[in-house]
């Protein structure tokens, strides 16, 4: 007899583990596949004092995780943190809406998501049209990232990301990447685990 034993025979038992909570495709990437990396970037906004670029694009098999960063020659400047959480839900009750960063996606399909019209989703029904989560994110010093989770896949043809930032003065723009090597890639992430 071990000298714990009589010890452990008076602790209670310990409660049973809940059963881990199953998260929908559309909330975020699966935790149990590693990615498949891309070097694709595009390039929104480039002059002598800022640059906007989505880059890191890793391709999961259920959807897309991608950065949107934002570097400014000013060295801090809170209103562009903020811009880029791309949630209406700060800005739209605020009278300087008007000139908050704009940001939507468009598939080559004609399926698109937007910052200015983005929905809040019941997470039981799967929702019909392309959806945007915030992954997180931050900076400082002028160099700021954010993650963003993008369901479901583009399909092949142009991934096209548009800008609009009325208080930068940066009028409309966009770029595009190849929604076919999104694909491709995706088929190649490791599941390590299926769910």
């Known amino acids: 007899m071990s000298f714990f034993d009589d010890e452990l025979s008076r602790l209670p ?33 480039r002059t002598d004092q800022m640059l906007v670029v989505v880059h890191d694009f890793r391709a999961y098999p259920t959807g897309l995780l991608f950065s949107i ?46 910052s200015l019209t983005q929905s809040v989703t019941d997470t039981e029904a799967e929702p019909g049209v392309p ?23 583009p399909p092949p043809g142009d991934l096209t ?8 003065g940066i009028g409309p723009t966009s770029a595009a990447v190849s929604g076919q090597a999104i694909v491709h890639a995706a088929a190649t992430a490791e599941v390590i685990w299926p769910d």
């Open 131 to 153: 959806i945007l989560w915030t992954q997180g994110g931050g900076g400082g010093d002028g160099a700021y990232e954010m993650r963003y989770w993008l369901w479901p896949l």
């Open 161 to 168: 990301f548009h800008l609009e930032w009325p208080g930068c």
């Open 69 to 114: 960063g934002l570097r400014n020659r000013r060295p801090y400047d809170r209103d562009l943190q903020q811009n880029l959480l791309l949630d209406p839900r700060h800005w739209l009750a605020s009278r300087r809406h008007q000139r908050t960063l704009r940001f939507g996606i468009e598939f080559a399909d004609g399926r698109r998501w937007s």
């Open 13 to 45: 038992l310990p409660e049973p583990e809940p059963e881990p909570e199953i998260r929908p495709a559309w909330e975020g990437p699966p935790a149990g596949v590693l990615p498949a990396l891309l070097p694709l970037r595009a390039v929104l906004v």
